[in-house]
């Protein structure tokens, strides 16, 4: 579980060994670019962005943290799990909310949903530790973003948030991992092995998504983080495939073909999964 924080120890979180991120069950107790394509990049990134206020729920205080401006960015494509793709920049990079002052820390559309306990557990037990954020330049790094969202997994474990916000961090700290690792720069001489260490690092989120969201199809109610059943079903029949496990894959995705509600956009991009993508081997 150690390899889910790397890189908070810069910020006061060390020895994380042991935090298990989801109970045991029943049953089962932007380096290496190309200099001149990183500037215009930065240039362009910069621009989607603004500084949007806010109130930390826990400290009250009052903080500014970069933000997507509406209107700014063109979706480019969706990967099978339903990350989006945008230009000019990754817009998943600035979902994760942090006070600077006491290190509280949640996804955007749960920053401001946190009780009187959670606030308690938060600080007694990441606020004592947290040593501040880093400065960032006009937009941020993938390296960035990452560090930010690993401390919102941290918080959520810390406060004893619900399996589905748990596993919608993951997922989307996956499709960071993932972002980063296309960034990679083909002719760099340590291309292979960065490579290779980006996907096992994106493997482990997406296993602790898909269990973590499957956790929460059987115990919570929908929508679950914003999503109903057929589109959580398509996730996690993505998820299944691009992990190997093929025969929950198809379970998942025939769920959603089959289903009289589903949308048709839904249906089509479970078939198309189903016929591209799980037949494929993925590759480290």
Same mark, same amino acid.
């Given at each position: ?113 946190? !009780? *009187?306990?959670?606030? $308690?557990?938060? &600080?007694? =037990? %990441? ?127 025939? !769920? *959603?073909?089959?289903? $009289?509600?589903? &949308?048709? =956009? %839904? ?18």
């Amino acid at each position: 579980m150690a390899n889910l924080f790397s890189g908070l120890e810069k910020l006061g979180f060390g020895n994380l060994n042991d935090v298990q991120l989801f109970e045991e069950s029943a049953e089962k107790k932007a380096d290496g670019s190309a200099q001149k394509q990183e500037e215009v990049h930065k240039v362009s990134e910069s621009d989607m962005l603004f500084d949007k206020s806010y109130t930390c729920p826990v400290c009250n205080n009052e903080f500014k943290t970069k933000a997507v401006r509406a209107g700014r960015t063109k979706l480019d494509h969706m990967d099978s799990d339903l990350r989006p793709v945008y230009t000019p920049g990754d817009t998943t990079k600035y979902s994760a909310i942090v006070c600077p002052k006491c290190g509280y820390a949640a996804l955007d559309k749960y920053y401001n949903t946190i !009780s *009187v306990r959670q606030e $308690r557990a938060v &600080k007694d =037990n %990441i606020t004592p530790k947290f040593q501040g954020l880093k400065e960032t330049g006009d937009f941020y790094t993938y390296d960035d973003a990452i560090e930010r969202f690993q401390l919102v997994l941290l918080t959520t474990i810390v406060k004893g948030a619900r399996n589905s916000e748990k596993a919608y961090v993951c997922l989307k700290l996956a499709w960071l991992v993932r972002g980063k690792r296309e960034e990679l720069d083909p002719k760099a001489p340590d291309f292979e092995a960065k490579r290779k260490e980006l996907a096992i690092e994106e493997y482990q989120y997406l296993e602790n998504a898909y269990e973590g969201f499957s956790k929460a199809m059987s115990s919570e109610n929908f929508p679950i983080a914003g999503m109903d059943e057929n589109t959580l079903s398509l996730v996690l029949g993505a998820t299944a495939a691009n992990l190997g496990k093929k025969d929950e894959a198809s379970r998942w995705l025939t !769920s *959603v073909i089959t289903s $009289r509600i589903a &949308k048709e =956009n %839904i249906k089509d991009r479970a078939r198309n999964i189903r016929d591209e993508i799980l037949g494929k081997t993925p590759q480290a």
